[in-house]
């Protein structure tokens, strides 16, 4: 079969239908060599399969896109070697577009593309041609695939993606500087002809930027743009295929331009020369007025920082920045006084706080004006010669004694009268008052210094001719001390005296407080009443240091004969004049222990000298009170147990029944009755046993001959027949429980508790001694205060065997 097209259309195809024959010309000889194969037998020799000949030629087809023509676009013709021309071969296409966008002569073999075709949607088709007896349906040739490919024309012009665009370039820059790139795109086929090469070129923005007509980066053109002359710059860029030529397609992009700033501009004052007003009664560290300088850059560019460069604005005013408006913000460093300077000279320089060094060429990046600050007399309220005042009165001052005096004075060059006032709502009003005219502070009563030693108050003083106005100072007074309060004793509580104390012993030392002041309250001297009789019990020693001491005379002091004592002693200061007070001491008399190393006074002394506080006082009792709970509960199920002992008859167990109930010997003839065992006949009525139950209780018929008692000492008459039938009683009990057979299959333990006759042994209680003893008691005064009873009597039989 032979694939044969139409003559090209141009001498462009005529090449292309040239080199389409050539390749299948050779394709086909190619395919013969490639059809031969060998086989190579077992005898050496080689086998030649032969296949026959194919004259089946097929390549690839092109058709033009966007054909408009009336008729079908002519495409290629199949033939077949088989085919004589006279209509026996039937030609068949299948595979993409076949029937559709393709269509063949059955007979002659030609195709046709009834569509028009778009490269850019689909570039090529793949379709497969089948050479058919058209009266035997055999295939005449094998099924061959071959391809059609859509020519590109240039109908597509190239675009730019994600305009406009938007950009940014530093002011100032240099030529050449990259701004931006752009890149536009064509769809037609970049493989074939120069539908696809683009070239760029710029509609708008010369002589700013310029555009490499092949990369399509945007330059900036000339080197002094200037943000603050123009900012925004609008450029056209355009892109054009078929390499620029003319015919070619075109498409263009807008690109928004914009310069960004540099600090390439000083700060720069409007004006040289400034005025300002300032009254006098401006306050200390407020603003007092502003200054700005202008600066065309823009961002931290354009921060300035202001500074006062001369010594005479700099000692009474500061400047500084605020941020957001860019203003230099003028404040007080200290007061104006219009009466010792009205003016003021600032010079004040404004500076960049970033300078770009590239740009130091430009000049210096700062500027300075003057300021001239006009002082405002104000009416001002008086001034007091001093911040605060400290004065002193003595106490006991008559009232209206001069306390001080203040000053204060009209600052005005007016220089009106002051008039001086107190506050009606100042507690010092009750105390002091001061003359309007004068400034003399007086008191208004008597002052105790004890009462209160400072007072605090506070003085106004205004002009006459403006009373609105007025200034205030803090006022301290000190209450000096004289000798008006007579000393006393320094303690209130009773001074204890151990019963054992001997004559010369220092029973307390006592001191004294004075409530004046360390000069006149400190020094005592103390001494009995004189006018009273001598004290025959205590007497009282002047340490000379402000203490006294309290000594015993007496031998020997008893709690129960006399508890308490009463001393007045009379104590002396050492003031000018020098005032006594007389106080009375109450003693009480205690039991101590020996050397009174620990004092005992009806329980409180011994508590204290313990050591207990109240929280171990309120635990111990409650110890007390959980331990007598626990013995009340024992004790209820104690007796809750004591209840008839009921043994089930299947109970095997071994028992022992225990009673605890002890006697006080047999001299007790109260905690238990031993009637019982004295009568043994009125006692055969209650023999039943408590451990086995009545109903299985069987009588015992006939009872064996009791052994004979063993012989006795000889006692009273009256003790031995007791003790007879006690013992008789004893050993029937003890007969009847070894011959009973009804008693329960186990032990039963009984127990009787007979003590016998006694001891023959005579007493070894020392009670009933006469001898005396030489041993040394004293050791019964380290055992506690449990032993301390013992010990005093002890120690009194000592004393009185010594005496």
Known sequence: MRISTTSCICPFLVCLCFIQRCYGASHHASSKVLSKNQTKLANGETEVHHRPKRGWIWNQFFVLEEHMGPDAQYVGKLHSNSDKGDGSVRYILSGEGAGTIFIIDEVTGDIHATKSLDRERKGHYVLHAQALDRHTEEALEPKSEFIIKVQDINDNAPKFPGGPFVATVPELSEVGTSVLQVTATDADDPTYGNSARIVYSILQGQPYFSVDPKTGIIRTALSDMDREAREHYTVVIQAKDMAGQVGGLSGSATINITLTDVNDNPPMFPQKNYQLYVPESAQVGKPVGKIKANDADLGVNADIKYSIINSEGTNMFSISTDRDTREGIISLKKPLNYERKKTYTLHIE????????????????????????????????????????????????????????????????RNSPVRYFMDSKDEGTRYFRIDESTGVVRTTQPLDREDMPWHNITVMASEVDNPSLFSHVPVTVQVLDVNDNPPEIATDEEVIVCESSRPGQVIQTVTAVDKDDFANGQRFSFALPSQLPVNPNFTLKDNGDSTASIIGRRRRFNHLTQELYELPIVVWDGGEPSLSGTSTLTLRVCPCQRHGRIRMCQGEAFLSSAGLSTGALIAILLCIVILLAIVVLFITLRRSKKEPLIISEEDIRENVVTYDDEGGGEEDTEAFDIIALRNPAAAEELKFRRDVRPEARQHCTQQPPLPPPPPRSHRSPSVELDEAEVQVFIKQRLFEADVDTSVPPYDSLQTYAYEGQGSPTGSISPLDSGTQSEQDYNYLDDWGPEFQKLAELYGEAESEVTA
Not at 352 to 361: E, F, I, K, M
Not at 364 to 382: M, Q, R
Not at 383 to 412: H, K, Q, W
Request: proline share 6%; net charge negative.
């Open 350 to 413: 404004g500076m960049n706080t970033h300078v770009d060094p590239r740009y130091s060429y430009l000049g210096s990046f700062k500027d300075s004006t003057t300021l001239k600050i006009t002082v405002g007399d104000v009416d001002e309220a008086p001034v007091f010669s001093m911040d605060y005042y400290i004065m002193d009165v003595y106490e006991n001052s008559p009232s209206g004694t001069e306390v001080g005096t203040l000053t204060a004075r009209d600052p005005d060059s």
